[in-house]
């Protein structure tokens, strides 16, 4: 073996013993967890898949002087880290959100991905072609770019989940984490730029450059991560609803005991920071379009929940604040309301609400009483 042999089987060894160091250390690490179960849901998916180095480029600290052994480097990279990161801001943010769609594609490419790194590494171990090299390469270029594809729409869903939430700092179990978003979103972009440099070029010297590179950005990334954002005294507290009725009740942010609940279910908090303006207009305005123009007050059983998921871009606590602070009333009362200005209207505006929606109002009377 050469210098150049000796210097690329360091790199593949730095790389697995990171890489399964981050595995270790975040299956073992546990996190602060709410009542919803997770604060970090892509912990031991980051930990499995950190994991798969140890168990693919293990030829390339057995065998770095074979080309094969130095090829299979460089297509695992383009075939790998592009759907790696993708599956690692789905698990994580698609979860936070709610967003199952990108498991069928997950599916889909796990099989070519599985198939082609399994083809090189079977022929890293063994010297042996699975297959011509030219046509390898096709194959890995293709899937490579479809998983690039697939990281690139990922990268796009989480800004744009990101996007609406300006300057607002979010910590809550129902949010979207805004800072942590911004931290892991460029992410995909260097993993990128260095698989395929690795790949494209096709020099022994270049991927072990890149392995070492990315062997320090698996410490960096993993301290980055290992400290929880969400920290026990910022999550939220939800009060539970009340499954009895028809509508269900604010649940109001509780922080480290300090919350206080008035008689009208209106919760204050001298601590909490005043939220800016600009935010309690933008909650205004969807809470109206979605519960009023559109007329959603209308359904018997709308909860807020339903208003969460179906047409406001904020948390529960922030609406139930703005609720309270800026409105003066529950989302039950300030639902309520609206139905009994809809029934008191002029027949010709509420005829069809009185057609259509005679026992709600019956129900809505005997609730007032």
Known sequence: MDRLDYIFGLAALAYIVTSTMFAAV?????????DKGYAYPDRR????????????????????????????????????????????LMTYFGRVKGWQQWKPWAVALAMPVGVMGAAK??????????????????????VGAVCLCYCIEAMRH?????????????????DLPLEYA??????????????????LIGNATVTAVVMALLSVFNVWFLIL??????HREDLVAEVSEDH???????????????????????????????????????IKQQLQQYVETEERFLDPHLTLRDVLTGGCTYNRSYVSRVLNE??????????????????????????????HHRPLRLRLAIKLL
């Open 326 to 355: 800026e409105m003066g009333c529950t989302f039950s009362a300030y639902v309520n309301r609206l139905r009994l200005q809809r029934a008191d209207a002029p027949p010709g505006a509420a005829g069809t609400y009185r057609r």
């Open 45 to 88: 998916m980051q930990a499995l898949l950190y994991l798969v180095p140890a168990v693919v480029l293990a030829p390339c600290v057995a065998f770095p002087m074979r080309p094969s052994a130095q090829a299979l480097a460089a297509h695992y990279f383009v075939l790998c880290h592009s759907f790696f990161c993708a599956l690692l």
């Open 26 to 34: 975040r299956w073992w690490h546990t996190c602060p967890t709410t």
């Open 225 to 230: 991560v290992l400290p929880a954002h969400r």
């Open 244 to 282: 009895s009725s028809d509508l269900s009740e604010d649940a109001l942010p509780v922080n480290n005991g300090t919350s206080t609940a008035t008689s009208g279910g209106v919760a204050s908090d001298s601590s909490q920071k005043p939220l800016p303006r600009e935010t309690v207009s933008r």
């Open 182 to 199: 911004r931290q892991v979103l460029p992410i995909p972009v260097l993993h990128g730029v260095a698989a395929w440099a690795a790949f």
């Open 121 to 142: 590494a079977v022929e890293a171990w063994t010297d042996v072609a699975v297959m011509p090299e030219r046509l390898a390469w096709w194959l890995t270029a293709t």
């Open 158 to 174: 989480v800004w744009l989940w990101m996007k609406p939430l300006g300057e607002d700092y979010y910590s809550n179990p129902d």
